[in-house]
């Protein structure tokens, strides 16, 4: 059967040879093809006896099976090197920048609210929400601050005009959150765990001060309530804020007409590289920041409640000055220019929710 | 309110150090705010003698001075004061001394190639006055190496304590020292209270003809004294705490109203013409007050006047013309009564602040207008001489005794402080409130701000210390806490985060805008009578002009591309209403290797804007109309109003009218937008449960169709027509193409859309499609479109 031996080693070096992708077409149209030298051999099963196309079947289906196996993986092989070299071409050079989505943010004072909604919550306080442009009984009388009352003119107030008078009353931009714990009083029964963040407004302009900046209000209006519920309230409050254990705050007797006894709230503070950092059991020294004491039973009373009955406790704080407090920021007027370099640097990232499982601050 | 140590030690015999006085001011409530001690600020200067004086061999100017310092060799010492002469006795600052006028630590230094070992300083130099034109001058026999703080006696710390304006009674030095009595720190003094009899009737009518006003009005004349400078003791102690000390009869009513907040006032009798009258100011009235302004009056005003003239806007301030001067010679010292109430509607009216209205609008003590008399009559006498008349007692004092029923169970009520009910007695008794056995409490005639029980209940808290009082946790409520944020909050809360999840960076911009700003956006609702600047006066309409505004800001610093956004509220007529704003300015992509050129916003980032953040506050967006803007603030071929129904605008966008942005300032195309959140409607609470998920069994087709429609037509429109064409098979309609030129007719364009069929338990054959395909056509046509061929 040297013809067989023949023909494969032919056949195969044919196919060895094979090039290219048309050369491996070309082979095994030769090798494989009608005309081709397998085909002739195939065509002589039918001519011969049982016998001999029992020997002789499988050697020649061996040998088509043989020399096409061949052809097929040279032509993989042949396939193979021509995708590598055409991918070769198409190399891109990704050091070239990529398209950039535009970076968005929070503003602070936004995040902080965000992050007050979230302490208070845990501690079952709702978000109560009032009137910018307040009448002067909301703002002030309800309050106990009568109209000759010094407290007033400290308040620094911007006033509308007589004609924009409602009901009678003065309109003015409050001066404070406070009105809305009289908004709350009158319109819901105790027991009443609030806060109540917004903007408020005073004639007043420097480096501290800005005409209009953001208040956060607390009310807690309960039965058997009292300043050493206060006082738990806010340590725990500040720690939560902080994200930090070791808060001391110090309690000074001060005066608001809403409240009685009043007192005012400092934090201490640790100086770490000049700045003043929140925090630290032996503090480097005090800052304010927020008044508070136990609501006025006149104030109580202005509402339409019992002060015999209930009683509670109320604070008021500046958000801006905790977000400064607690991010680094040193000048308030930078809050509110729109400056698109502040907002980016002191700004939060959309998903910077503020959770209690993930930590309120960002 | 500033007062100096041993002023306070007058009234408060005391061990305690300057330390532990600051920090019981602090603990009972008279906060701290600051304290300059002169002993440790200056007491490193001594004083020396300048022994020669040569010039400065390479400086005209200065001088080369030996110094005696009192102790080893002369120093040398580079000088530039002018009056720096041999001889002279000064005060010196060695090398290591800090002077606090400069700010700086003094150290050796060589001075145009001199060297120099200290400083001869002026006064501004140790901060005890302005002046600076030379070096100091003390007397020739000045002790030459003693401290000069101690041989100047600037040894006496002074306190500067905030007073609340509930505390009048600390307005005096007397007050803060009977405060610090109650803490522990002391013992108040006796108060040494002289009687001084009259030695003749008082030659001057005093009446009250505005009892209401002024209802107690005492008086007296002291004749023959000579007024001249005060004594050095008392003009020290006047500009220790920062007041100038003018004439002795003057000064004398500036330190009894800082010594026992009871505010004085002197009159020069001979100015004066008939009775002195508490009455009220006639119309038109006027007075020349201290201040050297004229103020005119009305009969809301009381004041004091003689037969022909006002005098003294009474409890404010004294009139120019009866003033006491040099040459007075018969002065009427005036101790009156003026009512809270009065004198703050009159200063606020006149705006007129003084440190007598200060204390008189708080409520001086009524109790104390005889001894407040009698003080000043004795400082008078004693250090101008002259003989009192009888006092005169016009009216009577608002003297009602005030007491209260207390419980000293309710300290512990009210504060959560347990305090023994003895200690509570005793802390109310020393700070002056009478208290017997049933615990009804007389509340003393200088504590006008005590009203309630709460107020004595701050009495104890506040002296017994507010630091004792224990945290206790609030109750609790059961289980993990419940969510508390409202519709409206949750809604402000998504469109925040989705609008800086797009990109958008969030601003918070005034409140309030110019006039000018307003108008362009139709005018504000509400202007401010007393606006801080004429920039910040009108509540905004819009958010837009603080957006604006801020967008024109960042790109005057050269920003290139502006996303701002703000969540606030538009201050209208007749609410504040909550809104999103935002202004798209610069570049929306910088140009680049991809693209090539930078591309800016048009007014359809706007609309994905204003769609986005709508579907995120939970609007239904497959159903909005879009339609024509109502502001004419915006380009009015390219803006629009997104609405439910034709009435309810849920948002307004597009690129901002030239004139707008031209109102500005700002150069080229702004494209903005606001969201009116409030008009959102709420989404009906459903529960938690989604509807069940039935994915359809078969695949949807999509079939594309284009149609030629007059070109001013919305496209809108036919997207509308096809989609409805269909309510069963037809699940979207997409237009993607817009086009107009070769094979569109003039005055047309083509409209190409992608409409997507659902099929349902079958597959559609031909024919079904056929026929959903005739019904779109139909639809179309019957709006005006064609079929494009």
Redesign the interface.
């Known amino acids: 059967m040297t013809d067989l031996n023949e023909i494969r080693s032919k056949l195969l070096s044919i196919t060895e040879a094979a090039d290219s992708l048309d050369a491996i077409e070309a082979a095994r149209v030769t090798a494989l093809g009608k005309a081709s030298e397998i085909a002739a051999l195939m065509k002589t099963l039918g001519g011969m006896s049982a016998e001999e196309r029992q020997v002789q079947a499988p050697l020649i289906q061996g040998l088509r099976a043989e020399v096409s196996d061949a052809i097929a993986a040279r032509k993989a092989a042949l396939e193979a090197a021509a995708l590598e070299a055409r991918l070769a071409t198409e190399t891109i050079d990704l050091t ?2 990529a ?1 950039a ?7 602070p ?2 995040q902080v609210m ?1 992050e007050l ?1 979230e302490i ?8 109560a ?1 009032g ?3 307040e009448d002067d009984w909301h703002n002030f009388t309800a309050l106990n601050i ?6 007033r ?2 308040h620094d107030t ?5 004609e ?1 008078a409602r009901d009678g009353k003065k ?1 003015l ?1 409050r001066t404070h959150t406070s009105p809305v714990q009289i908004r709350t009083m009158m319109s819901e029964m105790p027991p009443i ?1 609030i806060i109540a963040p917004g ?1 408020t ?1 005073r ?3 420097d480096a501290t001060h800005t ?2 900046f953001h208040q956060v209000e607390g009310l ?1 209006i309960d039965k ?6 206060l ?3 806010l ?2 409050f500040v720690k939560a804020f902080f994200e930090r254990d070791d808060i001391v705050l ?6 608001f007409p809403f409240t ?5 709230v400092d934090v201490g503070y640790t100086l770490v590289d000049g700045r003043r950092v929140i925090g630290g059991a032996e503090p480097d020294g005090w800052m304010e920041i927020l008044g508070s004491g ?1 609501v ?3 104030v109580i009373a202005a509402c339409g409640l019992d002060p015999d009955e209930w ?1 509670g406790f109320a604070f008021g704080c500046g958000i801006d000055r905790l977000a400064m407090l607690k991010y680094g920021m040193d000048d308030l007027r930078a ?7 502040w ?2 640097h002191y ?5 910077d ?1 503020p959770t209690l499982s993930a930590g309120v601050g960002a | 309110m500033k007062f100096t140590l041993s002023w306070l030690k007058d009234h408060l015999d005391t061990e305690a150090s300057l330390d532990e006085i600051l920090v019981a001011l602090t603990q009972v409530g008279l906060e701290v705010e600051g304290v300059d001690d002169p002993a440790a600020k200056l007491g490193a200067f001594r004083i020396a003698r300048i022994l020669t004086a040569e010039r400065h061999p390479q400086a005209d100017k200065l001088q080369v001075l030996s110094v005696d310092t009192g102790e080893g060799d002369p120093l040398q010492v580079v000088c530039g004061a002018p009056n720096a002469r041999a001889g002279l006795v000064g005060v010196f600052g060695a090398p290591g001394t800090y002077v606090p006028g400069l700010d700086v630590t003094l150290k050796i230094a060589a001075i145009r190639g001199v060297e120099s070992r200290g400083m001869m300083c002026s006064m501004r130099e140790l901060e005890l006055s302005d002046a600076h034109e030379g070096i100091i001058e003390l007397p020739f026999d000045a002790p030459v190496g003693e401290a000069y703080a101690q041989w100047a006696g600037l040894t006496d710390p002074v306190i500067d304590i905030a007073i609340t304006p509930n505390r009048q009674d600390c307005m005096g030095v007397r007050g803060i020292a009977r405060d610090l009595a109650a803490a522990g720190l002391g013992e108040l003094k006796p108060l040494d209270v002289p009687a001084i009899r009259g030695g003749f009737p008082c030659p001057i009518d005093i009446r009250i003809e505005d009892a209401e006003g002024c209802p107690a009005y005492f008086g007296r004349v002291v004749r023959g004294v000579k007024n001249g400078a005060s004594p050095e003791w008392l003009a020290n102690r006047l500009k220790a705490v920062g007041q100038r000390p003018i004439s002795a009869l003057v000064d004398i009513t500036n330190y009894v109203m800082l010594d026992h907040g009871r505010p004085l006032h002197v009159y020069d009798l001979a100015t004066l013409k008939g009775a002195l009258v508490a009455r009220r100011a006639r119309d038109g009235e006027t007075v020349l007050a201290l201040n050297g302004k004229t103020y005119t009056l009305d009969p809301a005003i009381t004041v004091i006047a003689d037969d022909v003239d006002v005098h003294d806007l009474g409890g404010i301030m004294g009139g120019e013309h009866s003033g006491v001067t040099e040459t007075t010679t018969d002065v009427v010292i005036e101790c009156a009564y003026f009512t809270p109430e009065h004198i703050a509607r009159t200063g606020q009216k006149l705006g007129l602040t003084s440190d007598a209205r200060t204390r008189f609008e708080r409520g001086v003590d009524p109790a104390f207008l005889g001894d407040g008399l009698a003080i000043a009559t004795r400082l008078v006498q004693q250090l101008c001489g002259g003989e009192a008349s009888d006092v005169v007692e016009a009216g009577e004092p608002p003297l009602g005794v005030r007491t209260l029923r207390f419980d000293p169970n309710l300290t512990e009520q009210l504060a959560g402080l347990a305090v023994p009910a003895d200690r509570q007695r005793a802390i109310l008794s020393s700070l002056g409130f009478g208290v017997d056995a049933g615990w009804t409490v007389l509340i003393p005639s200088w504590r006008r701000d005590i009203d309630g029980l709460a107020d004595l209940v701050e009495e104890i808290v506040r002296i017994e210390g507010i630091d004792k009082v224990p945290s206790t946790p609030l109750p609790r409520a059961e289980g993990v806490a419940r969510p508390t944020a409202t519709p409206a909050q949750l809604v402000e809360r998504k469109v925040r985060r989705t609008a800086a999840a797009r990109g958008l960076n969030e601003a918070v911009t005034w409140s309030f805008v110019s006039e000018a700003e307003a108008q362009v956006f139709g005018g504000g609702a509400w202007t401010l009578a007393n606006p801080i600047s004429e920039d910040l006066k009108v509540m905004r309409p819009s958010l837009l002009p603080g957006l604006i505004a801020a967008a024109k800001r960042n790109a005057d610093r050269g920003a290139t591309a502006i996303r701002l956004f703000e969540v606030g509220r538009r201050y209208l007529a007749d609410a504040e209403r909550p809104t999103l704003g935002f202004v798209l300015a610069g570049d929306k992509a910088p140009r680049n290797w991809q693209g090539g050129r930078a591309q800016g916003f048009d007014a359809y980032d706007a609309k994905a804007e204003a769609i986005a953040i709508l579907a995120a506050a939970g609007a239904p967006v497959d159903r909005l109309q879009v339609m024509e803007p109502v502001s004419g603030v915006y380009h009015p071929g390219r803006s629009a109003t997104l609405r439910l129904g034709p009435k309810t605008v849920l948002a307004e966008f597009g690129e901002l009218h030239p004139s707008t942005t031209r109102a500005f300032d700002i150069d080229g195309t702004v494209i903005a937008g606001e969201i009116y959140l409030d008009a959102i409607p709420a989404k009906r609470a459903t529960g938690f449960m989604r509807t069940a998920y039935r994915p359809p069994a078969l695949q949807p087709v999509t079939r594309d169709f284009a149609f030629l429609v007059p070109a001013d037509r919305a496209a809108d429109e036919l997207v509308r027509a096809v989609k409805g064409a269909d309510k069963v098979a037809i699940i979207d309609a997409r237009l993607f193409d817009v086009f107009t030129g070769q094979g569109v007719p003039e005055g047309q364009k083509s409209l190409a859309i992608e409409v997507t069929l659902q099929p349902g338990d079958k597959s559609f054959t031909d024919a079904d499609l056929q026929a959903i395909a005739a019904k779109i056509v139909a639809a179309a046509t019957k709006i005006g479109a064609s079929l494009r061929g």
């Open positions: 070239l920048p398209g989505a535009a970076q968005g943010s929070v503003h004072v936004a965000d909604a208070f919550a845990d501690l079952g306080f709702a978000v929400t009137p910018e442009i009568p109209e000759t009352h010094p407290a003119a400290m911007f006033y509308f005009p007589d924009a309109m931009l765990r903007r407004y004639s007043d302009s005409p209009m807690v058997g309530i009292t300043l050493g519920h006082k738990w309230t340590e725990t110090r309690l000074r007797p001060s005066y009685e006894p009043s007192a005012e136990m006025h039973p006149k009683q809050f509110f220019d729109g400056d698109l370099r907002l980016k700004g939060f990232a959309a998903l929710v």
